[in-house]
């Protein structure tokens, strides 16, 4: 189902209605673009990535989130990005989103713990999968690898990195802002990504 089109969210809406018992919730979707400055993308980029990344999980919550309170039980699971909790660049309106469902998750975990809802936020580095030239190991690893690890911190953890070796990475990046500053992780991180994503870095990232 393509969730960069607004009306796929009311094809989900018209089954949700039918069920009565929704006690889980995945918020997975995904998009894959080349890295660029903010200006390079086309106009739609930011409509589609918006409307993928932060109105469509939003919604989805909002449908079913009354039906697990009349439960008293549920799990919302946001599969978001370290993208979030980090400043990507070249990936702005990206991170953006996920910086939004990150807080977003955060919030409702705090706010539904007293009624039996469990709120997962759950930010990898690199995850391989047929969007991405990505090749698995230590840092992209195949995402069923990255569930796993998250699934099992589901009602431990409100906010996870998931597989070891991204939370390690999370570790890295935390320690660099608190010794360098967030603006030159940033273009620490922007270095590393385009090594991974284009094969070399640009004189955009002068470290």
Same mark, same amino acid.
Request: hydrophobic share 45%; glycine share 6%; with cysteine.
């Given at each position: 189902?393509?969730?960069?089109?607004?009306?796929? %969210?009311?094809?989900? #809406?018209?089954?949700?209605?039918?069920?009565?018992?929704i !006690?889980a919730? !995945?918020?997975?979707?995904?998009?894959?673009?080349?890295?660029?400055?903010?200006?390079?993308?086309?106009?739609?980029?930011?409509?589609?990535?918006?409307?993928?990344? !932060?109105?469509?999980?939003? =919604?989805? %919550?909002?449908?079913?989130?009354?039906?697990m309170?009349e439960?008293?039980?549920?799990?919302?699971?946001?599969?978001? *990005?370290?993208?979030?909790?980090?400043?990507?660049?070249?990936? *702005?309106?990206?991170?953006?989103?996920?910086?939004?469902m990150?807080?977003?998750?955060?919030i409702?975990?705090?706010?539904?713990a007293?009624?039996?809802?469990?709120?997962?936020?759950?930010?990898?580095?690199?995850?391989?999968s047929?969007?991405?030239? =990505?090749?698995p190991?230590?840092?992209?690893?195949?995402?069923?690898?990255?569930?796993?690890?998250?699934? #099992?911190?589901?009602? %431990?953890?409100?906010?996870?990195?998931?597989?070891?070796?991204?939370?390690?990475?999370? =570790?890295?990046l935390?320690?660099?802002?608190?010794v360098?500053?967030?603006?030159?992780? *940033?273009?620490?991180?922007?270095?590393?990504?385009?090594?991974?994503?284009?094969?070399?870095?640009?004189?955009?990232?002068?470290?």
């Amino acid at each position: 189902m393509d969730f960069f089109q607004p009306s796929s %969210i009311e094809t989900v #809406r018209q089954t949700v209605k039918g069920v009565e018992d929704i !006690v889980a919730l !995945v918020n997975c979707m995904g998009g894959s673009y080349p890295p660029k400055k903010f200006a390079e993308y086309p106009l739609s980029y930011n409509h589609d990535m918006i409307n993928m990344a !932060v109105i469509t999980p939003v =919604l989805m %919550i909002e449908m079913v989130l009354p039906k697990m309170l009349e439960k008293g039980k549920g799990a919302i699971i946001n599969y978001n *990005s370290m993208a979030g909790r980090f400043k990507f660049p070249l990936f *702005s309106t990206f991170s953006a989103c996920k910086a939004f469902m990150a807080t977003f998750s955060d919030i409702l975990s705090v706010e539904y713990a007293g009624d039996g809802i469990t709120v997962q936020n759950v930010e990898p580095f690199l995850v391989t999968s047929y969007m991405t030239s =990505l090749l698995p190991g230590a840092l992209a690893v195949p995402p069923c690898i990255s569930v796993f690890s998250s699934f #099992r911190e589901v009602g %431990i953890e409100p906010s996870t990195y998931g597989y070891w070796s991204h939370k390690l990475v999370a =570790l890295l990046l935390h320690t660099l802002v608190f010794v360098f500053g967030s603006r030159l992780t *940033s273009k620490m991180v922007g270095f590393i990504l385009l090594t991974f994503f284009v094969g070399e870095p640009v004189s955009f990232f002068p470290l």
